[in-house]
Each structure stands twice: as structure tokens, then as C-alpha cells.
């Protein structure tokens, strides 16, 4: 299975990402492992992360995990996460050289977008799925707005996304929802709060999963 297939099939299984960006690398492992212990199966680590090759390497060693690399700005560091073990690419902008070079390499591209215009661009580039940075204010409408007429995009809002609204924007049609500080609040990771990280995550897994309820 090429890791763009297995990308998108993990996104649609779980349809949750937890999004780790910190300033310690021992703090982010031990951050991630509490997400992965309560449930969290996709798992990305932004490359502005200390030692973030090393954290997608080790945890890539897990079968039962999708792992990927976010922050990714540039084509070396493309090359970097893939080689790394990373099966999808995330970037905050839409860079074609980016989506590209992850296209060549087999793993998934996740631009990042804000427009009806950027989310088709990142489509027409051939990205697996669009990242939706930043979020609007309501954003369960916006993405069911846009999917009006392009319900062929894959909207991943990852921004703005928390317990409270993350069931209705995965009715209005995102494909899945990524969590950076509702998960991984940086005094919890910094303090080594696994326990809280954990109910964190529980909670935001139960908020996923009752979409489909």
C-alpha cells in the first residue's frame, strides 16, 4: 500500500489527527505516546519540532500508527520526512513544489488553504487532502458551503477545531479534524501532564466519534 493510500485510508478510518508542535523533543514523545495510549492513530509532528525526524522515525516503528511530518515548507524537508518514515506532508501554505516533490516520493500532500480558490488549487496539484489553516469562524459552515460545488475536495480543518464543534464540522463534511493545542496545550506537554494530555485526548475522541452517531 503506497503511503498515500494508507494516509487517506487511516484519515477516513479515525478521522483525527493529533498535531504535536513543541519545543522539546522528549516532551513531545511523551506528549504523543498519552494521545496514542487514549486512542489517537494519526499522528503528525511539525518539523519546527526539535529533533522532529528522530520522533516521525520512532513512532513510524509502530504498525498500528499513521505517521506524517507538518510545517513542511520547502522540498529537502520533504525529502528529510519522508526518509524519516513519514506517509503525508503537511504545510500551513500551498507550495506546488511541495505537493510535488511528496507526490514523487509516494506520501500524501496536505496543503494548507484558506480560500475556495487555494482549496481547488491544492485539489488541481494533486494534493491528498486540504488542509484548512486558519479556520474561519464558523467553520462547519464554510466547509459545507464549499463542498456545495466541490464535493470532491478533503477538507481537514486543523485549526479552531476542539471538543465542542468537532462533531458538527465532521457532519458538514471534513474528511477528518486535526488538534494542535486542544490536545497538546503547551503548559500540559512542558510539565509532563501526561494524565491531563490523556483526558484530553479521550475527550476529543469521544466528540469524533459521536459525528457519526
Known sequence: MSSETAFTAALAQHRAVAIMRATSR???????????????????????????????????RDARLTVGAGTVMDPESADEAVRAGARFLVSPVIDERVVARARALGAAAVPGCFSPTELWRAHAAGAAAQKLFPSPGDIAAFVRSVLGPMPFLNIVPTNGVDAANAAAVLQAGAVGVGFTTPLFSPALVQAGDLTAIGERAATLLAAVRSAAA
Open 26 to 60: 522528549d516532551h513531545a514523545a511523551a506528549a504523543m505516546w498519552a494521545a496514542v495510549e487514549a486512542g489517537f492513530r494519526v499522528l503528525e509532528f511539525t518539523m519546527t519540532t526539535p529533533g522532529a525526524a528522530s520522533l516521525i522515525e520512532e513512532f513510524a
